[in-house]
């Protein structure tokens, strides 16, 4: 029998599933995939390596800074034991001083924030809500244009309120007492607390006024003010009754509209209530899950991030506060905005909207549950038109969409077919690459990486093992200058001792880039010299350890680092050189219905096969990935480099029959491989 295997977009699937040759997707996925990415055209190709840019105190969380498309606009937060730096694409920013936070390292992983313009807020629930500020440089003359810093969130922090105002009736009086107060406004429409009341005697109710009855107030300037807010007392409240441009104003008889009365402090997370989770939503921010009310969020001021301030009776711009009830304490996890507000909890997922499905106010607040999954605590992840939520337990993974059908949103479990790589742990951290690949990577709590390959419109989702020499604590991807671009920190041993390492997945082999400059060594250097030597250096973060290298194009062994340099036995103008790691590949067993029955348990062997690459080098393959033989492949000139091929490779597997023979494509060189077909001569025997 031949097969024809020609796309890989499945991913690595569980043992359990290699008899499940009904499923749709079984001749999409493989038996393993490790170091290796299903391409959107079907296609599985090598993993880049990662570029070593700087080496860490200790164990770090990255959290990303993405301002805009533009590179130069975009850093990596670098949270440390208690410290925070800044990186960009080449590593730790030089000439910025390393901030002081109170993050101790068990912290760090439970920071959620949110991003809005220069500021990214943070929230944990054992510590009150900071913020990271950029800012331009003090001085032009300065190391690095941009200035940064961490503080406290001061919330309802305006103008001062101004003083006691003073107050005069003006015509025949009488015995009632007219009472005011007074709100200074800044230039940016923010409003302080009002003054003491004035309380003016011998006067009218202003039902009574007649002709020359006035009310003239004064008060001192509020430093900063732009304007001040009148307001009078009626019927118990405060009412607007005008703007005055100075410090004095005179009231005519205004009527007071008692439905704009004068803010109200209100302080939800004082007292340590500190709230764990962050978002934005409709020009407000969101805040939930407190130790004190872990099932309510709050959503400030609207335009006025920090602002908690409210009206009494309440206005449509005033903060929100609301409380799900659920059947049980299931306290919210996290929250985004995908164009109605969604809130993930321990034992369900919400949408919030205005009742009338308009904005949310503090007044028209609507919560209806749209599935009862429950979401761990790591941000979801928002592509396209689907939002990717990790479920309670932190041991799978869904998405949610907006169904017509539904008139609400529905989701998948997209780990339902790779449990294997789940059971017995939980997800810390992921991460969303857009571009190339549409890929996130997700951090076990074991430090082994995980990728899922994903486009939902084209029905594109498949899982790989990322498999490299150390454990990764910490994976962050901003907008890079052809792409996004992923940031790693990584836990690596050199000469017996733990190394925490800042790293970057390298960026995808051009095609019109010769073989000399591709880069699949993990934690490296690229080197590159105007005359041939044999001599590399700067290679003193992986001291000791024996590297992959790749020097002028062609591989080279037993290079072992010794005083931060390493020897060639040739000389060579450009070399990549780091730590070697084994992409592998292997299809799951062929399964069909055959005329007399299925080929479920009946021995088979390989015949002649052949796989289709696409610019590759090199490659092994074998019935098991102990017993492997090279691919045929060799330099068109003594002393040149192989380059890079393109087209069909016929191999004779080998092994002898099994009831379910197996096939193991490695690439174990810092050479780069990409399979786009697997053709597959099957005998199987009779009945």
């Known amino acids: 029998m031949r097969v024809a295997l020609q796309n890989f977009t499945g991913g690595e699937i569980a043992p359990t599933l290699f008899a499940r040759y009904d499923l749709a997707r079984y001749r999409n996925s493989l038996a393993a995939l490790e170091n290796m990415l299903p391409g959107l055209h079907g296609d599985a190709a090598r993993r880049p390596g990662t570029r070593f840019l700087a080496e860490l105190a200790g164990p770090a969380v990255l959290l990303p800074f993405s301002f805009s498309a533009e590179a130069g606009q975009n850093f990596l937060l670098v949270f440390g034991e208690r410290t925070l730096q800044i990186a960009d694409g080449d590593g730790l920013v030089p000439g910025l001083p390393t901030l002081t936070t109170p993050y101790a390292a068990a912290d760090l992983h439970g920071i959620s924030h949110a991003q809005v313009g220069d500021v990214v807020y943070l929230a944990h629930p054992k510590h009150p809500l900071h913020k990271v500020v950029r800012s331009d440089a003090a001085s032009a003359g300065a190391a690095h244009p941009f200035a940064w810093s961490l503080v406290r969130v001061a919330f309802n922090t305006t103008l001062p309120a101004p003083g006691t105002p003073t107050g005069t009736f003006s015509g025949t009086g009488d015995t009632f007492t007219l009472r005011y107060k007074v709100a200074a406004v800044d230039a940016d429409g923010r409003q302080s607390l009002p003054s003491p009341a004035v309380a003016v005697t011998g006067a009218r109710h202003p039902s009574d006024w007649v002709q020359g009855n006035s009310v003239t107030l004064s008060w001192q300037p509020v430093a900063g003010a732009a304007e001040y807010n009148v307001y009078r007392e009626e019927a118990g409240y405060y009412g607007f009754i005008g703007v005055a441009r100075g410090t004095s104003f005179s009231d005519q008889n205004y009527e ?69 009830a659920s059947g049980a304490i299931d306290a919210i996890t996290w929250a985004a905005s995908f164009g109605d507000l969604l809130l993930g909890t321990s034992g369900s997922e919400y949408k919030a909207t205005g009742g009338d ?258 610019r590759s080098v090199g490659g092994k393959y074998g019935p098991t990935r102990e017993e492997l033989h090279d691919l045929p492949f060799l330099p068109e000139a003594w002393g040149a480099p192989v380059e890079p091929f393109s087209g069909d490779v016929e191999f004779f597997p080998g092994g002898s029959p099994e009831g379910a023979a197996s096939l193991w494509i490695v690439q174990d060189r810092p050479l780069p491989f990409r399979l786009t077909a697997l053709m597959l001569d099957v005998d199987f025997a009779e009945q």
Request: aromatic fraction near 10%; charged fraction near 20%; glycine fraction near 10%.
């Open 256 to 324: 007071a509209d008692t439905a704009d009365t004068p803010l109200e402090d209100w302080a939800p997370f004082a007292g340590g209530n500190n709230p764990a989770v962050v978002a934005f939503h409709q020009q407000r921010m969101v805040l939930a899950a407190t130790p004190r009310a872990p099932q309510a969020f709050y959503m400030s001021r609207s335009g006025d991030f920090e602002n908690f301030r409210k009206s009494r009776p309440l206005q449509d711009d005033d903060p929100v506060e609301y409380q799900i």
């Open 357 to 614: 499905g308009g904005a949310i106010t503090a007044s028209n607040v609507s919560i209806t549950a749209q599935s009862y999954w429950g979401s761990a605590g790591l941000s979801p992840i928002i592509i396209g038109n689907s939002i990717l939520h990790v479920q309670r337990h932190g041991s799978r993974v869904r998405d949610l969409f907006y169904s017509l059908e539904k008139d609400g949103y529905a989701g998948n479990d997209l780990s339902i077919l790779a449990p294997h790589l789940f059971e017995g742990h939980f997800l810390r951290q992921w991460a969303y690459q857009q571009s190339p690949g549409s890929t996130i990577w997700a951090v076990r709590d074991d430090g082994l990486l995980l990728a899922l390959t994903y486009m939902k419109e084209h029905d594109i989702w498949g899982w790989s093992r990322q498999v490299t020499d150390g454990r990764v604590w910490s994976v962050a991807s901003v907008p890079g200058a052809g792409g996004d671009t992923l940031f790693l920190v990584v836990e690596r041993e050199t000469g017996g001792t733990k190394r925490w390492f800042l790293e970057r997945l390298a960026d995808q082999w051009p095609d019109s880039a010769p073989v000399e400059e591709a880069f699949f060594v993990d934690c490296g250097l690229s080197l590159r010299r105007e005359t041939l030597e044999t001599t590399v250096s700067g290679l003193g973060h992986l001291e000791g350890r024996e590297l992959a290298v790749l020097a002028d194009g062609s591989p080279v062994e037993g290079c072992v680092v010794r005083e931060g340099a390493i020897e060639l036995p040739y000389p060579a103008r450009v070399v990549q050189a780091g730590l070697p790691y084994v992409s592998a590949l292997s299809p799951l067993p062929l399964e069909a219905e055959m005329q007399n029955g299925s080929s479920l348990g009946r021995m088979r062997a390989f015949g002649r096969c052949a796989m289709r690459l696409y």
